[in-house]
């Protein structure tokens, strides 16, 4: 009993940790005061005036855009990459392997700063592609590690099998191996997607003049005053984020059905 009683402390203590800074966050979204004061009154001041501000709103889509295309490209880079890791003999495999989550060791400031010294090496602007290329960089890894979880524990043979019953390549891949790795596809550019638009340090040195990103511009706000705005627009992206998690598990179940009509 006494562990028992020990164990439910334990883990309400580390979910009140976790969860109550969000909760008083989302809870202040609904204040009337400008301040985040006390007594609490019900408001919804904070979601019209984010409804009016262009700048968050030009911002949060700057935000989405890049970490669409992030999301995007990882999925499909990671997918082409572990295909072909799981088929060839070649002693470049393990290097690879290791090359691609290298970016998981680097500390991305270091990695932000090593960017923007290439760009200003090579004579060029600070760009939106660049700025893509340098999530694809850091999301990468984490689509690849997710995909590769997956293929390990997939059987191949039956896509030999396939072979022998006369499908051909194209077939068998779209038959067997997606129906079966768009899971882990979906898991990998959802991660990748999330965190793209959460990414403050690469955004901040890579970003081109007179653009934002969210988190930038969040950062910005806390800097030159904090403003209850954000606190909706973190509210909103909260749930934003909730209803993919959602989708996503709906997807997933659905998925193997769809692929294999």
């Known amino acids: 009993m006494l562990k028992k009683t020990i164990g439910w402390t334990y883990a309400a203590l580390v979910l009140l940790f976790l969860y109550a800074p969000i909760l008083v966050l989302m809870a202040l979204?609904?204040?009337?005061?400008?301040?985040?004061?006390?007594?609490?009154?019900?408001?919804?001041?904070?979601?019209?005036?984010?409804?009016?501000?262009?700048?968050?709103?030009?911002?949060s889509l700057t935000s989405l855009s890049i970490a669409a295309g992030t999301a995007i490209i990882c999925v499909v880079l990671a997918a082409m990459l572990m295909l072909w890791a799981v088929q060839t003999t070649s002693k470049l495999k393990g290097w690879i392997d290791a090359l691609v989550v290298l970016p998981l060791t680097i500390p991305w400031l270091i990695l932000g700063l090593s960017m923007l010294l290439l760009l200003s090496a090579a004579g060029i602007d600070k760009n939106f592609t660049v700025l893509l290329i340098g999530h694809v960089v850091v999301s990468l890894p984490y689509a690849v590690l997710v995909i590769k979880a997956r293929l390990q524990s997939m059987d191949l043979s039956i896509n030999e099998a396939s072979a022998s019953l006369g499908a051909n390549e194209w077939t068998t891949v779209r038959r067997i191996t997606l129906p079966l790795l768009f899971p882990a596809m979906l898991a990998g550019g959802f991660l990748a997607f999330v965190i793209s638009f959460d990414n403050f340090i690469l955004s901040y040195f890579l970003i081109p003049s007179g653009s934002s990103t969210l988190p930038i511009e969040i950062y910005a706000s806390i800097?030159?005053?904090?403003?209850?705005?954000?606190?909706?627009?973190?509210?909103?992206?909260?749930?934003?984020?909730?209803?993919?998690?959602?989708?996503?598990?709906?997807?997933?179940?659905?998925?193997l059905k769809f692929f294999l009509k």
Do not use: C, H, Q
């Not at 005061?33 to 984010?50: G, H, I, Q, R």
């Not at 973190?234 to 996503?248: C, G, N, Q």
């Open 223 to 255: 800097k030159f005053g904090f403003t209850p705005e954000i606190n909706a627009a973190s509210t909103l992206l909260l749930a934003a984020t909730t209803l993919m998690i959602l989708l996503i598990v709906v997807i997933m179940r659905s998925s």
């Open 29 to 59: 979204s609904f204040n009337a005061s400008k301040y985040n004061a006390l007594p609490f009154t019900f408001s919804l001041s904070w979601y019209k005036a984010l409804a009016a501000d262009t700048t968050l709103i030009r911002a």
